[in-house]
T-cell receptor, first 113, second 112 residues
Framework: AQTVTQSQPEMSVQEAETVTLSCTYD???????LFWYKQPPSRQMILVIR??????QNATENRFSVNFQKAAKSFSLKISDSQLGDTAMYFC??????????FGTGTSLTVIP | DSGVTQTPKHLITATGQRVTLRCSPR?????VYWYQQSLDQGLQFLIQ???????AKGNILERFSAQQFPDLHSELNLSSLELGDSALYFC???????????FGQGTRLTVV
């Protein structure tokens, strides 16, 4: 079975600083997909970034980037120039082709003014 | 707007009752997923449907059931409700292989 581990239940960062959220996963598959979702206080689930396992290049979306280490089964999210609106719960997710999504337990991020 | 529609947005009901939550996936998405999120908790996977067929089952209680109809909308039925069933219930859909899950706004269920 696939598992996704987020070892940091809570984190905080000063506004405009950079923060990295950790995620590890366990799988025997070689082809899969990884995602980071953001859940702000409104509780809407919003996709932040996605990564295909077959791509070596790390995905980037504006201030959000990932460090994907396939051999280490690690998928961390870096948020640069943190903004107050980044305050949210962040979930890491894993998906095999055609299969269900496996979510981590989440990291609650607070951006401090 | 994710394109996934869930109704109702809020639901308050008494213990022992039965409710139905409805989900309309994004146009063309064949997969529908249901998740339960209790207060300050993570997402608990309940069940997945693909083109009308059950694809995967998670920690779904026997009191809960779901189905996906030919028009691809899905319903989650919760019966003999207990206080502990109070939660936010999300529906998500996805399309092509590797596509992300698009989430609805959720249905907030309160059992009193």
């Amino acid at each position: 079975a696939q598992t996704v581990t987020q070892s940091q239940p809570e984190m905080s960062v000063q506004e405009a600083e950079t923060v990295t959220l950790s995620c590890t996963y366990d799988t025997s598959e070689s082809n899969y997909y990884l995602f980071w979702y953001k859940q702000p206080p409104s509780r809407q689930m919003i996709l932040v970034i996605r990564q295909e396992a077959y791509k070596q290049q790390n995905a980037t979306e504006n201030r959000f980037s990932v460090n994907f280490q396939k051999a280490a089964k690690s998928f961390s999210l870096k948020i640069s120039d943190s903004q107050l609106g980044d305050t949210a719960m962040y979930f890491c997710a894993f998906k095999r082709t055609g299969n269900q999504f496996y979510f981590g337990t989440g990291t609650s991020l607070t951006v401090i003014p | 707007d994710s394109g996934v529609t869930q109704t109702p947005k809020h639901l308050i009901t008494a213990t022992g009752q039965r409710v139905t939550l409805r989900c309309s996936p994004r146009s063309g998405d064949l997969s529908v997923y249901w998740y339960q999120q209790s207060l300050d908790q993570g997402l608990q996977f309940l069940i997945q449907y693909y083109n009308g067929e059950e694809r995967a089952k998670g920690n779904i209680l026997e009191r809960f059931s779901a189905q996906q109809f030919p028009d691809l909308h899905s319903e989650l039925n919760l019966s003999s409700l207990e206080l502990g069933d109070s939660a936010l219930y999300f529906c998500a859909s996805s399309g092509r292989q590797g596509s992300e899950a698009f989430f609805g706004q959720g249905t907030r269920l309160t059992v009193v």
